[in-house]
C-alpha cells in the first residue's frame, strides 16, 4: 500500500542524504521526496511516499526515526490528511488545440502561467492521481514537459506534527 | 579558560571524556593532531601497521572492557583503510570513535590529494557521524559522539575534521560542555510494565519454555539480571555466537550455542519450545536459518530489545519489550517474585527429560583421529584446560571460530571477542592486542586459522613495540577450511580457491623475524606439552603453529533452507 511519510528533522549538512540512504541501503523505495526547511529554521519537513505491506512501513519508520537527525515523523496516510502535489507541464497549444487545452485546464481547475503562439505553461495543483488524470486527458502527443514537485501533506484537523 | 587550538581541543576533549587510549596511524591530514599528542602525556596512543588493525584493536579494547574504543587516521587511504573495521563495529553494535582526518574545508569537493568522502563511504555502517565545520565546534562534537557511540543501542561514530579544522595557530576558547541536549535523539531505558507483565505472564504459564540470549545481554551487562532469572526459574538456555558468556558455560541450565553450528539440544530445544525469550538477541539468519516460517513454529516469541527496529524485522515478536536488557530483566524478575501464579513444575520436568535425551547425543563428541594428527577441537578444549578457562579469547573467522565457541566454555561475559554479524577475518589478532591493552596482567588468547591470520599479520610489529605477550594459536589446516567444508557439502569437493598448501610461510619462523617466540605443534602427543611450554612464557608474545586435520568439518551444521531442528551431525548423519 501506498504511504506518506512526513518527518521533521535537523536542517544539518548530511541530514538528507542519510535519510535518502537510508532508503537505498535497506531497499525501500521512494516514489516522491519533497524537503524544506521549516518556520523553524533549524528544522526542515522532508515527505516521502512509499509503498509496502504493513511490516515494511514499520520498519521504515522505526529505522527512519533511529536516524539522529529524525526529530519527529508521521505517517500521514495512517489518518485524515491533505495531500498535494505541484505540476508545471509544458503543452503543444497551436491553433484548435488552443481552446480544447483551455477547456481542460478550466475542469482541472488549473492555471495557464505562460504562453507563447505554440506552447502553453500550465500549473495544476492536486493530489498525485489528479495531476495524472490531467496528463491522460490531455492525450497523446501534446505533453512536452513535466516538472512534479512531489507529493506533499499535512493531517487534517488539530493534529500537528511539530516540536 | 585555555586558549587551545582544535588539535589540543580533541585530544583535551578525549581526556575529558575519559580516554586513555587512542590506535591510530599517521599522515598529512592529521598532522596537527599528531603534534597535540606529542605535546601531552595524559591519552597514550599506540602506533598500529595499518588503520584496519587500528578499528579492530579498538574494537577489542571496547568489547573486552565495556568502554568505546576511539581511533585516529588520516584522509583519503587512511579513513578508507579503516572502514572494514566500522562496519565490523557497527553489524556487531560496538561503541567506537573514529577520527578522520580530512583535507582543508577550501579543497574539500577539489579532488584533492587524499582526499574522499569519509562521512559519505562510512553513512551505512554508522550510527551517526559529524563533520567538523569551525574550531569551536569540536568539544561540543566530542561530547555528542560518545554520548551516541555508548548509549542506547551502541555503534560506531566518524567524525571527519578538516586539516584547517586543526592549525596550531588558531586558538579559540576551550570548555567542555557538562550537559548535552538532543532533541531528535532519546535512549529507551525501562521496558514498558504493562508488556513485562505479559511476557511474564506467558513465560509463567510455558510447558516448554525456552531462553535465547545475544550480544545485547553482553553491551548492557546484563549477566548478573539473566543469571539470576533463568535460575528463578529454572529454565534451559541458549546464547548467541555474540551472547557467549553473558550466561555461564559451565552451568547445568546451558544448552550452549545455538544456529548454524549451534548443539542438538539448544537448536531443538529452540524448535520445539512453546514459549520464546529473546533477549538483547536479533533472530539473525546464522541463527534462525533462512527460511524464517519454519521458525519456532509453535512458539509464543517475547523480544527483549533496546532498538525498535530489531524488534519483528525477521521474525514476529508477539510481545514486543523495548528497552535495556537488565532493567527489563530485574522488572520481570519482580514481577515473578510478587506474582501469585507459578512455574509449571511437573510439565518443565518433562521438558528437561526431553532436553537430557536430545543432551546424550554428545553432538560435540570429537572424532577420534587416527596417526597422531590433531583435531581442531582438542586444541581449543587444551587451551581452555590449561588456561583454566579464565583467558580473553579472540577470534577470527571460519571453522577455527566455530570450534572456539563451541569448546572454550566462556563463564563470564566479555571474553568472547570475535566479528559475529560482519564475520570479518583478520579481526582477530589486532582485536587481541586491544584486549591486551586494557587489560595487561590478563590472559590474551587469539585462536585464529592461518588464512585469517595472513589478513593482519603485519601487527606482530606493533606487538614487539610495545611487548604485548598474546598467544596465537593457529589451527592450521593448510586451507580456507569453512569454504573448503562448503565445497565439501555444496559443490561436489570442488576446492575452487580454497587450497594453498605449497605456498603458507612458515609461521614459527616469521613470528622470530618479528623477535616473537613461534611453536610448531604436529603430533597430538606434542599437544599439551607444547601448549603448555607457549603458556609459561608470560612476558612473549608465541605464535602456535598447530597442524590440525585438514579434512575435519565443523558440526552440528544446519540443513540449508531448513528448520532449527534440521541438521547435519557429522559428514553421514542428519536430523
Ligand atoms: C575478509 C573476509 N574475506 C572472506 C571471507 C569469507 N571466508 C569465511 S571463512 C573463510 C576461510 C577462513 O580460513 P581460515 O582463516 O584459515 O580459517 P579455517 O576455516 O580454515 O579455520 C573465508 C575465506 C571472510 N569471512 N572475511
Ligand atoms: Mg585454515
Known amino acids: ?163 | 579558560m585555555d586558549q587551545l587550538s582544535g588539535g589540543e581541543m580533541l585530544i583535551r576533549a578525549l581526556h575529558d571524556e575519559g580516554v586513555d587510549i587512542v590506535f591510530g596511524y599517521p599522515g598529512g591530514a592529521v598532522l596537527h593532531i599528531y603534534d597535540a599528542i606529542f605535546n601531552q602525556d595524559k591519552v597514550e596512543h599506540i602506533l598500529v601497521r595499518h588503520e584496519q588493525a587500528a578499528t579492530h584493536a579498538a574494537d577489542g579494547y571496547a568489547r573486552s572492557t565495556g568502554k568505546p574504543g576511539v581511533v585516529l587516521v588520516t584522509s583519503g587511504p587512511g579513513a578508507t583503510n579503516a572502514v572494514t573495521g566500522i562496519a565490523t563495529a557497527y553489524m556487531d553494535s560496538i561503541p567506537m570513535i573514529v577520527i578522520s582526518g580530512q583535507v582543508e574545508s577550501r579543497m574539500i569537493g577539489t579532488d584533492g590529494f587524499q582526499e574522499t568522502d569519509m562521512v559519505g563511504i562510512s553513512r551505512p555502517i554508522v550510527k551517526h557521524s559529524f563533520m567538523v565545520q569551525e574550531v569551536k565546534d569540536i568539544p561540543h562534537i566530542i561530547k555528542k559522539a560518545f554520548h551516541i557511540a555508548t548509549t542506547g543501542r551502541p555503534g560506531p561514530v566518524v567524525i571527519d575534521i578538516p586539516k584547517d579544522a586543526t592549525d596550531p595557530k588558531q586558538k579559540e576558547k576551550y570548555e567542555y560542555p557538562k550537559d548535552l541536549k538532543l532533541r531528535s535523539y532519546a535512549v529507551p531505558d525501562k521496558g514498558h510494565t504493562g508488556q513485562i507483565k505479559k511476557a511474564v505472564d506467558a513465560l509463567l504459564l510455558a510447558k516448554r519454555p525456552m531462553i535465547y540470549s545475544g550480544g545485547g545481554a553482553i553491551q548492557d551487562n546484563a549477566s548478573e539480571q539473566l543469571i539470576n532469572f533463568t535460575q528463578k526459574l529454572g529454565f534451559p538456555i541458549t546464547n548467541t555466537l555474540m551472547g557467549l558468556g553473558a550466561y555461564p558455560a559451565s552451568n547445568n541450565q546451558f544448552l550452549g550455542m545455538l544456529g548454524m553450528h549451534g548443539t542438538y539440544e539448544a537448536n531443538m530445544a529452540m524448535h520445539h519450545c512453546d514459549v520464546l525469550l529473546c533477549v538483547g538477541a536479533r533472530f539473525d539468519d546464522r541463527v534462525t536459518n533462512s527460511d524464517t516460517s519454519k521458525f519456532c513454529p509453535d512458539a509464543t516469541i517475547l523480544h527483549i530489545d533496546i532498538d525498535p527496529a530489531s524488534i519483528s524485522k525477521t521474525v514476529t515478536a508477539d510481545v514486543p519489550i523495548v528497552g535495556a536488557v537488565a532493567a527489563v530483566l530485574e522488572e520481570m524478575n519482580d514481577q515473578i517474585d510478587k506474582s501469585d501464579k507459578e512455574v509449571d513444575k511437573q510439565a518443565l520436568k518433562v521438558w528437561w527429560d526431553q532436553i537430557e535425551k536430545w543432551r546424550e547425543k554428545d553432538s560435540l563428541k570429537v572424532r577420534p583421529s587416527d596417526n597422531g594428527i590433531i583435531m581442531p577441537q582438542e586444541v581449543v578444549k587444551a587451551v581452555f584446560e590449561i588456561t583454566e578457562g579464565d583467558a580473553y579469547v579472540s577470534s577470527d573467522v571460519g571453522q577455527h571460530q566455530m570450534f572456539a565457541a563451541q569448546y572454550y566454555g566462556f563463564d563470564k561475559p566479555r571474553r568472547w571477542i570475535n566479528s559475529g554479524g560482519l564475520g570479518t577475518m583478520g579481526f582477530g589478532f589486532p582485536a587481541a592486542m586491544g584486549v591486551q591493552f586494557a587489560f595487561p596482567e590478563a590472559v590474551s588468547v587469539c585462536i585464529t586459522g592461518e588464512g585469517s591470520f595472513l589478513m593482519n599479520q603485519q601487527e606482530f610489529a606493533t606487538c614487539m613495540q610495545y611487548q604485548l605477550p598474546i598467544k596465537i594459536i593457529c589451527l592450521n589446516n593448510q586451507a580456507l577450511g569453512m569454504v573448503k567444508q562448503w565445497q565439501d557439502m555444496q559443490y561436489g569437493g570442488r576446492y575452487s580457491h580454497s587450497t594453498y598448501a605449497e605456498s603458507l610461510p612458515d609461521f614459527s619462523k616469521l613470528a622470530e623475524a618479528y623477535g616473537h617466540v613461534g611453536i610448531k605443534i604436529e603430533k597430538s602427543d606434542e599437544l599439551y606439552p607444547k601448549l603448555e611450554e607457549a603458556f609459561a612464557l608470560k612476558d612473549k608474545l608465541v605464535f602456535v603453529d598447530v597442524q590440525v586435520d585438514p579434512n575435519e568439518h565443523v558440526y552440528p551444521m544446519a540443513v540449508k533452507g531448513g528448520a532449527m531442528k534440521d541438521m547435519f551431525l557429522s559428514k553421514t548423519e542428519r536430523t
Open chain 1, 1 to 163: 500500500m501506498r504511504h506518506i511519510i512526513s518527518v521533521l528533522m535537523e536542517n544539518e549538512p548530511g541530514a538528507l542524504s542519510r535519510v535518502v540512504g537510508l532508503f537505498s541501503q535497506r531497499n525501500y523505495n521512494i516514489d516522491s521526496l519533497t524537503v524544506a526547511p521549516t518556520e523553524d529554521q533549524s528544522l526542515s519537513r522532508l515527505t516521502v511516499t512509499t509503498s509496502g505491506d504493513d511490516a515494511r512501513i514499520e520498519q521504515i519508520t522505526k529505522h527512519l526515526n533511529k536516524i539522529i537527525d529524525v526529530v519527529k515523523l508521521v505517517d500521514l496516510t495512517e489518518g485524515a490528511h491533505i495531500e498535494r502535489e505541484l505540476m508545471l507541464i509544458k503543452v503543444k497549444a497551436a491553433g484548435a488545440q488552443r481552446a480544447e487545452v483551455k477547456r481542460s485546464v478550466d475542469i482541472f481547475r488549473g492555471q495557464i502561467v505562460d504562453v507563447t503562439s505554440n506552447v502553453f505553461t500550465i500549473q495544476l495543483t492536486g493530489t498525485g492521481d489528479k495531476l495524472d488524470a490531467f496528463i491522460t486527458a490531455l492525450g497523446d502527443n501534446v505533453v512536452l514537459e513535466v516538472a512534479r514537485s512531489g507529493v506533499s501533506g499535512i493531517s487534517r484537523g488539530e493534529k500537528t506534527l511539530a516540536l
